[in-house]
């Protein structure tokens, strides 16, 4: 197993709207053992903008799910609902640069626009830019939107430590996109770039349902002046359907009263496999102990 020597600050970062299920659990495993294999930190954040989402005791149920299936992040556990004036000192920024404004439009008025600009990857519409010189006469600020460079320069490419080469023409692909809702609350893609700044992170190992907001993350990121971290997005879980797994589309809490062995079998050993590896312990250490070279070796077979 080789080691690398420069440091290495990873995070998992669940949204607390359900406990933590097998979808996210190979989130949760890719990224602790991305960062046991580099000998990294790897930190907790819990997601809790979107309180429309929010479950009620679903960020407590979290970490004790992680804490018995023997993942310890390191230091505090943070949440994002602690930490508000951090976005609005990078709004402020933003906006004294000139990149934002706000915008009247409803999800109705931009899908009706659709024709013209089309629909993103995940079916979202793309933003047509309608709002960009002044709200229209007679229409209400809803949303701020943060400005993308057009054309030729709005092209973002990345190297994915799993899915290798991407590349995304955010202009033509997204739009122009909110980084205050109209609700009030902050825009995923505005506070986790903060963060992962505010806290150093160096890694991203998270699914590849993110895959796609990864280009307006580095966007952002370059326009707060905040470093480049290195990004993996592993495969997401799908049930029958193929939808991701996720509270909404029924996956199980996995690990209520539970035994070490029955969770390890449950949970941790057919998610080691759905990752590819190959792990066959009979109990919580020994499966941490396989699991992390089993990640090493995982790592230098993918493609580079
Ligand atoms: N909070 C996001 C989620 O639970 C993950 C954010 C991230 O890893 O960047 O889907």
Redo the contacts with the bound molecule.
Sequence with gaps: MTVPTAPYIGRF???PSGPLHMG?LV?AMASYLDAKVHQGTWLLRI?DLDYDRNVEGADMAILASLQRCGMHWDGEATWQSRRLPLYQAALQRLKDDGLVYACGCSRKEIADSNLRAGVTKNGVAVYPGTCRHGLAPGKEARALRLRVPQATHATYRFIDRWQGQQQQDISAEVGDFIVLRGDGFWA?QLA?VVDDGAQAITH?V??AD?LDSTPRQLYLQAVLGLPQPQFMHVPVVNNELGEKLSKQTGALAFDTGMEAATLLSAALLPTARFLGLDVRADNIDDFWRQAIPAWAQRLSHLPK
């Design positions: 970062a669940p949204s996210s989130a997601e995923y986790v991203i998270r699914g993110l």
